[in-house]
Structures are given as C-alpha cells and as structure tokens.
C-alpha cells in the first residue's frame, strides 16, 4: 500500500514542475520484468475441454426439448407449479437445465464427507449412486488423499505435532477464549504478547492484531482513506480489499494486474490533473497491491513498485506479504 501525501500533486498543464520529464531514463525499462510469465494451458487440453463443455450444454438442451415435448420423461424432481405461482422461481431455467444435465453427472466429485483430520493429507469417504447421482450410498470403504482444497496453509488442523500441542497447552492456560470483542470483555495477555511481537518483527513502536483477515481489510480501509482520496487497486486484488476500498467513498481506478508501466500511466494522470471534476490535487493517493495474490499465486514486482515510489516521491509504502525477509521475501 503506498500513500501519496496530496501536497505533491500538481496544477494541470504543468509539463517543468511534474518532476518526472518523459526522457526520464528510467520510465522506459520500468515495466520490464514487471510481467509474471505463467505456464501456457496447451492449445489440445483448451479445445477439448470448450469442445465438452459445449456439447454438455447442447445434449442438455436438446434432453430439456424432449421432456417438453413427451418424448422423455422428467426422471428429477422440479419446481410445482402449482405452489409456484405468483411467486419468483427459486431457480431459472438455465440453472435447472445445468443442474440436471451437467452439474449432475460429476456431482460425485464434489460435497464428499471425509472420515479423518483435514490436514496435508485425509480419508475420502467412497459412495456410489444407483440414480445417477441423485443420491449416494456409502460403501464404508475409504481413500487416502491428498488436501488441496483446506485453508490449513500452517498445519494448525493437524491432531498432532507443536501447532496440536500448544493450542492444547493454551486452552489449559487461557480457556477457549472470551467468545467476545476486546472492547466488551477485555484484551488476554496472550493478545497483547502477540501484538508486541508483530510490532518487534515488523519494526513498529506498537501493532493491532485482528482475528480475521477479511474484516482486517474491509473495516480498516475507510480508515486511511476518504473522500476526495484516490485509490488505484490493481484489478486482481483481494475482495476484503475491494469491500474496503468501495467503503471508503475514495474515488477508484484500477490497473492491470502487475502492471507496473499501467500503473505509472494512472498515477501520472492522478498527479498531474487531480480530481476529475474540480481539477484539485487528491488529498491522498493510495495504490493497493498484495504481497501474493492468493488466487493467482503471483507475487507483487516489488522492486518496479519501489521503483515508481522514488519517482514520484511517494512518502509511504507498505507491502504486506506472507512472507518474512528470512525467506528472501516481502512483509
């Protein structure tokens, strides 16, 4: 997060006094490396999976055509119409026909009860389905898997090891905890010891730790940022961050995603023609970035980034990764 203090914009048609002339040495190569380069899906497995998807589409289409008609019976179950009516339908039509056509003939692969710990690695429960896939039965057998779909990124779910034992250890000396906010019930000296650690690690004379990452972003935003601010968000940013930006009332412009030569375009523009309707300088220009994009898996261009932070004289930066300098990363 990089925030531009509102006393470095400039009056419009200023070319001198911007500070950065377009021969600067540095503007041209900026973007360079900035790109993440990711592997291509091959042009085969893009093809055939349109290629499915569409004739799924078409069969069910054309099955949904002949149950109207009489030719096929309705084999699942559907909306009365009879306590429908005068009523919105729960489901449209096109939602009904993917649900019973496509969505129905691998549903197996998705909702399977598990008979274990969700940590690196679980038991699936095995099922099968004599209606296809209208319903399941266990076989009470079990399969060994890998998890790639938990939020357990620490191992904190596992039943043993360190994380298992002092979470064990903690609800001796703690309790379960308050079940409450810090302001209602009071703060634990577990909390405040955390807090006063943060700040030691990141350099800061104090932190505030929250319990949940969503609310951290979408609730502090609006604190750092208002109206007659400007925020540009690269457009792949998190939804806590979206919901937190769009709370503040700031004014929004987002870049491509690491794109550091869009993002120097937009920041120009901010700088030197202000706001859009009365041409003053923003009181705050705020540039929101992840350390790691959680669904892309693609890192920040930190160097391009601190790059246009010299440039533009930008007076704060913050880049919150989850990584430590230790591992050669960003906080």
């Known amino acids: 997060m990089s925030i531009i203090d509102g006393k470095t914009a400039v009056p419009r048609g200023s070319s ?21 380069s990711y592997e291509e899906t091959p042009l085969f497995c893009s093809l055939t999976s349109y290629l ?45 026909i993917y649900t019973r056509y496509i969505y129905r003939r691998i549903r197996d692969l998705w909702d399977r009860p ?31 898997a890998i998890n790639l779909s ?23 000396e703690y309790g379960v905890g308050p079940c409450s ?52 968000s690269d457009r792949l940013n998190h939804a806590s961050l979206v919901m937190g930006i769009r709370l503040s009332g700031a004014k929004i412009v987002t870049f491509q995603h690491n794109d550091m030569k869009d993002l120097e375009k937009k920041l120009r523009e901010a700088i030197v023609h202000g706001h859009p309707r009365t041409r003053r300088p923003y009181k705050k220009i705020v540039i929101f970035v992840e350390g790691v994009y959680s669904m892309e898996g693609s ?16 007076s704060q930066l913050d880049t919150d990764g989850v990584f430590s300098p230790f591992s050669q990363a960003y906080i």
């Open 114 to 144: 598990i008979a274990s710990c969700a940590g690196a690695r679980f038991d699936v429960m095995e099922r099968i389905s004599d209606d296809h896939n209208e319903t399941f039965k266990l076989t009470g057998k079990t399969v060994n």
């Open 181 to 232: 906010c810090r302001r209602e019930v009071g703060t634990l000296a577990v909390q405040k010891e955390l807090e006063d650690l943060v700040a030691e690690f990141v350099g800061m004379p104090a932190a505030m730790v929250f319990g949940m990452g969503f609310a951290t972003n979408s609730t502090n935003i609006p604190a750092l940022v208002g109206k007659g601010s400007l925020v540009i």
């Open 150 to 172: 938990s939020y357990n990124y620490l191992g904190f779910a596992q039943t043993t090891g360190s994380c298992a034992d002092a979470a064990v250890d903690a609800v001796k």
């Open 299 to 314: 890192v920040i261009p930190l160097k391009e980034l601190v790059a246009l932070k010299k440039k533009y004289k930008v």
């Open 52 to 96: 499915t998807w569409g004739l799924f589409i078409i069969v069910a289409y054309v099955r949904t055509f002949l149950v109207k008609i009489g030719v096929e019976r309705q084999k699942l179950r559907e909306e009365a119409e009879k306590y429908s009516k005068g009523f919105v339908p729960l489901y449209s039509s096109f939602e009904s």
């Open 16 to 36: 001198e006094q911007n500070g950065f002339a377009e021969k600067d040495a540095g503007s041209k190569n900026l973007s360079a490396g900035s790109r993440e």
